[in-house]
């Protein structure tokens, strides 16, 4: 590397005189994570895991940044070099995994592949490399003849420190750092983003298996870039080839000046993983001294003294001393009383200077991105820019020294603690399609593979969504049936009010895709005893009950058990459908139950079955309740007569004619139903809304029959929207807990929309819940019982979260709990086309008479009539 500066640069006076001068790398040799520099400094580096802040409770906040702190404790008498770059994320690598996911997908899958790659690669999406390097001490025969030295002998002379190097790695590994050895990769990585500070990341890396390295390797990461600064230039100049082109970049370091940290954890959360938030990458590199105990307290003795010298000296020449002075003497005892009676390690101090290199093509995207970074600390951490910049940027680099250019920042361990660079946003997975970005503690790329979870982790496939009207459940839910749909999983939706029917119009799905009204379909299409099969002989054989005395027995016995499961199904379903007909004040009668509930026994429960055969039941009843049997006759039969009761009761067995089973989309829709408003009490109901509740459940059932069809080892996915009103009936809840209960076996990711997360816990199926959405949610008790399905702590703050998300069109927000760690808020990004297919808002057209009213009136004003 040719890092070149003149000779009226400030930082080289140790340099020789005029410009050009090459500045060899103080690194000399790579020894697994040991690093030796020329000088014999041994730095063992270590890699941190990233670590998951949104969401924990307080509490789990609290031990984190003590934890943090300790372990910066422990590190006494040694000196730390922090340094933080940034990974891109592999879109490459994504979309292979993403094609090797994929079964059987749509035509066109190729070209939808290369336009997602291009989507996620617009967008600032990185991964975070948090790296520590503790030093270890000084191999002595190094310092007198490193140049000298064979690569055995600097093996051999770092082999009699394995002691030391293993008590920094157990300390390293604990709570609060989490970190490990560095592997080969990351310290290739490191020097890489460290000798070509600023410049973009190469898009591929050199092959670094090997794991020692010596002075005359370096020379592959130090080939081809050059620095150049001028005498207190407010920047120096980065040159590099990146795909064989050169390319420059100004890089700007700034160091951290007077602060005014507040309290972590609280609103602003770890003060150095705030520069996450930013919307370019930067690269971070601290230098932090762990003073020993005696030293820190010596030094803030003299402090003191000096101090209270000045003082004495202003009351002996009887003038008052300033209050600055006062300040920092009551500041001083604060310290030294700590050091003296302070608990365990968190009384020790450090000494820390925090440096942020800011890079830009120009100079003026360089002020702008300097200005983001300030006004994101605001009053609590002034950045300086220091004239040193050329000495300042290579102290990013493993090996070299600190520069004396003041700013020295001296803090206990504790306010260390709460600086947390290791913090990020981790939600989701790296195989399954693109959905958008974290915007909370960071913005980080966000895939899901919604079939993972069954086939890796034997989890549930139940995913609620949830929020208020206009929180964007509809949006999400499209998003992935469309991306499910593309990579070759067949789905059904269940959309009662049909705007998502749209979606089969779109060119690249309209071969494949069929949307089914179900309100205008053939007699008996809902028919409850039809939407529930018999169980699959196939399904059951004798090799999955390999640990029974007899296996054979084991599946018939398993297979009619299910079937009798099945008929019981069918009964309470027709049961629930056929009283749900009924007006409230007959449904409530106890000889309406008892009446109902003995015809419904007397009928066929088999599949073929039919809710005319318990009108006839009902006809012939004898005993105390035959009158009121045959008044129920009548009532029921009047309603089969209707249209929409034509749905539940077929005119002649028989199948129905709708066959979904070659389409890899169907959307079924209720257009016209007149659902009742929420909290709207039943005897207040009109025919078409008592009629509309039983056929919302029974399309509901409809489809669920639709997907498990399918082979079970197959992928499916299925989604119910309005589910708030599917669980208001037993039938309803027992057909959410019988798809929570057989997604895994079935291999089906279920989508339940609902405004309410308490409609999940009252429907039973909490258990099952594998992943959850949670869009924007007003009210209290709504939050609070969204964030006991998160499994948080209803505090005040998440309450106003959930408030606060985005309903925005074009990127709704969402606390994604992804079914294994991880849990963020997340921005749904959305494809234009597919965003005008799911849009559910209502517009107003040119022949809106409200729409031309407005116009009318517009065009008044701006001509002056009735001003």
Not at 235 to 263: C, I, K, Y
Not at 357 to 379: F, Q
Not at 456 to 470: A, D, H, K, Y
Request: charged content about 25%; overall charge neutral.
């Amino acid at each position: 590397m040719k890092l070149r500066k003149t000779s009226s640069d400030p930082t080289a006076s140790s340099a020789p005189e005029g410009a050009g001068e090459r500045h060899p790398l103080r690194l000399a040799h790579v020894v697994g994570h040991l690093t030796v520099t020329r000088a014999g400094d041994v730095t063992a580096w270590h890699t941190a895991a990233p670590t998951a802040w949104s969401f924990r409770p307080h509490r789990d906040r609290e031990r984190l940044v003590a934890e943090h702190a300790a372990r910066w404790a422990d590190l006494r008498g040694r000196t730390v070099h922090l340094r933080v770059t940034h990974r891109p994320h592999a879109v490459g690598r994504w979309a292979a995994a993403l094609h090797a996911a994929a079964h059987d997908p749509l035509p066109g899958w190729e070209d939808y592949l290369l336009a997602e790659q291009r989507r996620v690669g617009r967008l600032p999406l990185d991964d975070k490399l948090v790296m520590y390097g503790v030093s270890v001490g000084r191999v002595g025969a190094l310092a007198q003849a490193a140049g000298r030295l064979r690569a055995g002998s600097v093996e051999r002379a770092l082999a009699r420190m394995r002691e030391t190097v293993a008590e920094i790695g157990r300390i390293m590994a604990g709570p609060g750092m989490d970190a490990a050895p560095a592997t080969a990769a990351d310290l290739d990585w490191l020097l890489t983003r460290s000798i070509g500070l600023g410049l973009p990341a190469p898009l591929s890396v050199r092959p670094s298996d090997a794991a020692v390295w010596h002075a005359a390797d370096l020379a592959a990461w130090t080939d081809h870039t050059r620095w150049t600064a001028e005498p207190y230039a407010p920047h120096l100049t980065v040159t590099g080839l990146r795909q064989e082109e050169p390319v420059t970049r100004l890089v700007t370091v700034l160091t951290m000046g007077r602060t005014a940290l507040p309290d972590i954890p609280g609103t602003w959360g770890p003060w150095l993983q705030r520069l996450d938030q930013l919307p370019f990458p930067v690269e971070v590199s601290g230098r932090v001294e762990v003073r020993e105990h005696q030293d820190a307290a010596d030094e803030i003795r003299k402090r003191l003294d000096a101090v209270a010298a000045q003082v004495a000296h202003h009351r002996q020449h009887r003038q008052p001393p300033p209050l600055s002075l006062a300040r920092q003497y009551e500041a001083g005892q604060i310290v030294g009383d700590e050091l003296s009676h302070g608990i365990g390690g968190t009384s020790t101090r450090a000494r820390a200077w925090v440096r942020v290199a800011v890079a830009a093509p120009d100079p003026e995207r360089l002020r702008d991105r300097i200005t983001l970074l300030r006004d994101l600390y605001g009053s609590a951490v002034t950045w300086e820019r220091p004239a040193a910049q050329w000495a300042l940027a290579r102290e990013h680099i493993p090996g070299e020294p600190a520069v004396p250019t003041g700013y020295t920042r001296r803090m206990p361990v504790s306010t260390l603690g709460g600086s947390l660079p290791a913090v990020t946003a981790t939600v989701g997975d790296r195989t399954g399609p693109h959905l958008g970005y974290t915007s909370g503690t960071a913005r980080r790329p966000v895939m899901w593979h919604p079939w993972m979870a069954q086939e890796q982790r034997e989890r549930s496939g139940l995913t609620p969504i949830v929020g208020t009207l206009g929180s964007g459940k509809s949006v999400l839910g499209g998003v992935i049936t469309y991306q499910s749909v593309r990579m070759g999983v067949p789905a059904v939706a269940l959309d009662p009010s049909g705007p998502l029917s749209r979606m089969c119009d779109m060119p690249e799905l309209r071969p494949y895709s069929r949307a089914i009204d179900l309100m205008q379909a053939e007699p008996g299409t809902l028919n409850p005893y039809r939407l529930i099969p018999d169980p699959d002989p196939s399904h059951y054989r004798p090799e999955a009950y390999a640990g029974e005395t007899d296996p054979a027995a084991a599946a018939e016995r398993a297979y009619r058990d299910d079937c009798a499961h099945a008929a019981g199904h069918r009964r309470t379903l027709t049961m629930d459908v056929l009283q749900s007909l009924l007006r409230p004040e007959i449904a409530g009668r106890a000889e309406t139950h008892l009446a109902l509930s003995r015809a419904v026994r007397e009928a066929p429960s088999g599949h073929r079955g039919s809710p005319r055969a318990v009108l006839d039941a009902l006809r012939h009843q004898d005993g105390a309740h035959a009158d009121h049997a045959r008044d129920l006759a009548a009532l029921l039969a009047d309603v089969a007569d209707l249209p929409q009761g034509q749905l539940i009761f077929p005119a002649v067995d028989g199948d129905d004619a709708y066959q979904t089973r070659q389409w890899r989309l169907v959307v079924l829709s209720l257009r016209g139903l007149s659902l009742p408003d929420p909290g709207t009490d039943r005897t207040d109901w009109g025919e078409a809304e008592r009629l509309s509740v039983p056929l919302l459940y029974l399309a509901a059932w409809y489809a669920q029959r639709a997907i498990y069809a399918r082979p079970m080892a197959d992928r499916k996915l299925l989604w119910l929207d309005e589910a708030h009103e599917i669980q208001r009936v037993s039938s309803g809840r027992e057909l959410l807990r019988k798809t929570g209960r057989d997604s895994r076996k079935h291999n089906v990711r279920a989508l339940i929309s609902t405004q309410d997360a308490q409609d999940i816990a009252s429907a039973g199926v909490a258990n099952w819940v594998d992943a959850l959405w949670v869009g924007r949610t007003t009210g209290d008790e709504a939050a609070r019982a969204a964030l006991r399905l998160l499994g948080i702590a209803p505090e005040p703050g998440y309450v106003d979260l959930l408030a606060g998300l985005s309903p925005r069109q074009d990127a709704r927000e969402f606390v994604f709990a992804d079914g294994g760690r991880g849990m963020e808020r997340v921005t749904v990004t959305v494809a234009p086309e597919l965003r005008a297919a799911l849009d559910s808002t209502p517009r107003r057209t040119a022949a809106d008479p409200w729409t031309k009213a407005a116009a009318r009136t517009t065009t008044a004003s701006s001509s002056g009539v009735g001003a």
